[in-house]
């Protein structure tokens, strides 16, 4: 099996873990934002935007400029790619498991049937 960062996926994991924080990145793929209209769109506190998004800010899956005093937010440069690996290695390893449940269960339903004749 391939041999992942814990940490960094455990940190992407930990950032993703919201709803708001997900909602967050939706919003940001569409069109960059300051951190007023992040809070003004999800109705919080600029204090609680401020650490949702230091949160994806600490993942890299967003970035910051700060131009006078407003604070724009937009995407990352980095993309889910280990993440989604991993997520696909255990995608693949389910899909054996149900593909022998298949056989397993088409299995039992000839031998009913030929116990039955």
Not at 34 to 61: P, Q
Not at 84 to 105: G, N, T
């Amino acid at each position: 099996m391939v041999q992942y960062s814990q940490t960094r996926l455990d940190t992407s994991f930990a950032a993703l873990s919201d709803v708001t924080r997900r909602g967050i990145l939706e919003q940001l793929g569409r069109a960059d934002a300051s951190i007023t209209d992040l809070a003004e769109t999800f109705r919080m506190t600029l204090t609680g935007m401020k650490k949702h998004v230091g949160v994806l800010e600490r993942a890299g899956l967003v970035i910051t400029q700060k131009v006078g005093r407003v604070r724009t937010c937009k995407l990352g440069v980095r993309r889910l790619e280990e993440e989604a690996a991993w997520l696909e290695s255990y995608r693949q390893l389910w899909d054996a498991r149900f593909d022998a449940l298949d056989k397993l269960v088409e299995e039992l339903k000839q031998k009913e049937k030929d116990d039955g004749e």
